[in-house]
């Protein structure tokens, strides 16, 4: 009898040791990932400022405050993008990321640009935000480093449009034709954006 209740004395510590290890590990991943997410709250709110700063200031029609980051593979990296609305009635704007180029070990490569820009941007190649009339709207772009690609740095073209409706235009390509802008730049001007792997 007296071998009974010593096991179940020690399976009953056992227990409670493993309760408390699990909580605590809870806790702690917790605490990582809400100070995580601090910190990536705290660069969108400093984007945000910087943007608010280009537009309202400098009065700049685009802004692309922070146009370059260093990433690991797989990580992911925000772009703000600033809009300012300088026409009479409410408008849509087309954000189109597209990618253009690479340098690596000091030679231009533009390798299968197709899939480049389908590994990198994925599906948030094209949005389409609404700013008011007289107003101006902060949007985001997202590029991921893809695993499996060389380390050098990565360019990408950013372009604003005005589109009729919130309909995104697939077919709009923001790339350099012959050394001439491609038509229909909001601001007369192509953006670039850069990623060092």
């Not at 389908?118 to 893809?146: C, F, I, N, S």
């Amino acid at each position: 009898m007296r071998k009974g209740v010593e096991i179940s004395i020690t399976f009953a510590v056992i227990l409670i040791m493993t309760i408390l290890v699990l909580g605590l590990s809870l806790i702690f991943l917790r605490n990582v990932f809400t100070g995580a997410n601090e910190i990536q709250q705290g660069l969108e709110r400093q984007t945000e400022a910087e943007i608010e700063k280009l537009i309202e200031e400098e009065g700049a029609l685009v802004a692309i405050p922070f146009s370059s980051a260093t990433l690991e593979f797989g990580e992911r990296k925000l772009f703000g993008i600033g809009i300012r609305n300088v026409l009479p009635q409410k408008q849509h704007f087309q954000v189109t990321v597209q990618y253009d180029t690479a340098l690596i070990n000091g030679e231009l490569r533009t390798g299968d640009a197709q899939e480049l820009q389908e590994r990198w941007v994925g599906a948030l190649a094209r949005q389409v935000v609404e700013v008011d009339k007289r107003d101006h709207v902060a949007t985001k772009v997202y590029l991921k480093a893809p695993s499996g690609i060389s380390r050098g740095l990565y360019y990408f073209n950013v372009c604003v449009t005005l589109v009729p409706d919130s309909d995104v235009d697939e077919g709009f390509d923001c790339s350099l034709i012959v050394d001439s802008l491609p038509d229909g730049l909001y601001s007369d001007k192509m953006y670039q954006v850069e990623a060092k792997i």
